[in-house]
């Protein structure tokens, strides 16, 4: 299942990437939220092969995760790659220059199960894809404003 938003972010590119890379700031979102995150500190957050494991309740029920820093390219973005549970997930974040001024941040999430309990639960999330979409939209939506 994919999931992507586009989002036009009055602000030079330079900050827009300092806002997308800000790993800590969005460490300490997930625990203001109740996420249990730890990062690995064997390499530096801005480095390939960075790694984190977050713990976290989701319908009652607690869940590990481990996400990884794939892959990041300086000022363009990078891509992050998690699992939890059977379930695979790749998160890529663009960023294009529209002008000195304006950024363009795209976003986009890939999510592959792995074992068959876990294509049961992506087969019911694309059930209910209409309105994923739009709640991932508005997160979205939600960052791009907090840069301007």
Known sequence: MKLSAREDIEAPLERVYEAVTDFDGFEKQMLR????????????????????????????????????????????????????????????????????ARTRLFVSLDVRPTTFSARLLVQSLKLAKGSIDRRFKARVSELAQSMT
């Open 33 to 100: 939220r109740g996420i249990d995150v730890t990062r690995d500190d064997t390499l530096p957050s801005h480095e390939p092969g960075a790694r984190w494991q977050a713990r976290f309740t989701w319908r009652g029920r607690p869940h590990d995760m481990s996400a990884e820093l794939v892959s990041i390219d300086s000022g363009q973005g990078y891509a992050i790659e998690s699992r939890s549970g059977g379930v695979i997930c790749l998160g890529v974040v663009d960023l294009v220059a529209l002008s000195k």
